[in-house]
């Protein structure tokens, strides 16, 4: 048992220790989760403006007032780059190169080995970006008047644990396709920005009318970015909050489940000469 | 006069191969025009949050947003098509050592490395889209088509592209420092999306930072303003200097950078 939980723990420290080798591309890839921030305050801050035809100050947009969405817009962006994934590429090289034959005669879990790589190339960013939240939000709260109770955070971290897994999931099946698509690249590409968009990471979910936001609200991607950040914003509190997180690890399970038929289908499938 | 003209030849020809290669990896042809639709379906995004909050923004009207977006989304068929991929790649080129085989080509080495690939399906999507954007916008303003504002559209455009590539290649220049640069390219990338909305959203500030330090709103707000006429006198002076200004900038920060460069095979 012990030297099962010490080959992930070897895993984890590999993507810990692979995410901090490159540091100043660390510190820029922080760095790039800066413009969006900016880039939509600027624009809600001209839209929730006087002059815009907005009403009194306490004047809603898309079911937002303009405090509410300013802390949507920070932290669903720091959420966004927290769970972002990357580990796909190495799946698909894996499985185009050939280099999974020595995975599948190591006595480890591939799934176990690319999680516990992940959860350790992730831990140094979630302990800068969660630094950076906090100051984020005492910001905010001056600013705005925003704040956020100690069992909004706590319900945070838990809808944050599972956003991590079940955005893991999502982007390992999407990574699985490599069994039966050569050039997958661009595909990747186009899946990250449909699914963080479907998950309300570039504006929040009401954003897209009532019949398109419902419907979107049905699909597991919201549980990665808006649900947390709503959470964390104390749009979604009691039992809302209790239902949300068994939503999330209800599509966790279904997700592993389907993840698991992919792989044994994508193995059964899968060749490698002379690696 | 005769290297430009060479460049341009072998530009073209490069074009050409770039196409035939794209067309033999259809599959690859066809998710990379998916993508791109996916980021264009997020720039259609900030006009449709306009459109839904029926706001005016700064005293801009949805209908001059729609402008703007379009004009941005033309702007990336130039950044996305023809020079965003060897920017992403120049990482990986240095890190491997195929930095080499272009340093012997008889051709400048700054026009192969940062021009030598392009992408046509993306380009075509974009420009597409975007001048289909940008006319409708223009269409539902009464009055703002004319030849004169066309061409002077046009111009800023080019002008706008030009900046962008010097722009985004100045940074790119560390990569001959610090090796692994794929995240100052990804910073840079999420720099262009203040595109996304035009620069009078942003205080004055930022709007001079914008213009004159960092010349972003160059690239793609000064040729709306123009088309909308709403430019002033020293945006007209600006955007007309300001390639060349650039252009030299990027020239040095390159030929600086270089220097630094130690080959991984020698």
Known sequence: ?275 | MREIRKHFRIYLSLVRMNVMSQMEYRANFVTGILMELGYLAVKILYVVVAFGAGRSIAGFTPDEMLVFVGTFVTATAFYAGMYMMNFFQLSTLVKDGSFDTLMTKPISLQFMATLRRCDIGIFLVDSTAGIAMTLVGLSRLSGQLDAWRLLGYVFFLLCGSAVGYALYLIPQSLVFRVVDARAIAGVSDSFWDFNNVPMIVYDRLGQALGSYVLPMFVITSFPSLFALGRMTGAQLVWGALAPAVFLALARFAWTRGIRNYSSSSG
Not at chain 1, 131 to 158: E, W
């Open chain 1, 1 to 275: 048992m012990a030297e099962a939980g010490g080959k992930y723990l070897g895993s984890f420290s590999l993507g810990l220790r692979g995410a901090l080798e490159y540091r100043a591309n660390f510190v820029f890839s922080l760095l790039g989760a800066v413009a969006p921030v900016v880039i939509q305050t600027a624009l809600w801050t001209c839209l929730y403006a006087p002059g815009s035809g907005a009403g009194s100050s306490g004047d809603r947009l898309f079911g937002f007032t303009y405090a509410q969405m300013l802390g949507y817009v920070v932290v669903a962006n720091i959420v966004s780059r927290l769970v972002r994934t990357g580990f796909e590429y190495d799946l698909n090289d894996d499985i185009k190169s050939g280099g999974l034959d020595r995975f599948l005669v190591k006595p480890i879990d591939y799934f176990g080995f690319r999680m516990a790589q992940f959860a350790g190339a992730k831990s140094a960013e979630t302990a800068f970006m969660g630094l950076t939240l906090a100051i984020a939000l005492v910001v905010l709260s001056a600013a705005t008047g925003f704040s956020a109770s100690h069992l909004a955070a706590l319900g945070f971290v838990a809808a944050l644990a599972l956003a991590f897994f079940l955005n893991f999931l999502v982007f390992w099946c999407v990574g699985l396709l490599g069994f039966w698509l050569a050039e997958i690249g661009f595909l990747f590409e186009a899946a990250r920005i449909v699914i963080i968009t479907a998950s309300g990471g570039i504006f929040p979910l009401s954003v897209f009318g009532p019949s398109v936001g419902s419907a979107l609200a049905v699909l597991p991607f919201r549980f990665t970015i808006q649900f947390p950040t709503d959470v964390l914003c104390g749009r979604v509190a009691g039992a809302d909050l209790a239902w949300g997180l068994a939503a999330a690890a209800a599509w966790s399970g279904l997700l592993l489940v389907l993840a698991r038929a992919i792989w044994a289908a994508g193995l059964r499938r899968f060749v490698a000469l002379g690696s």
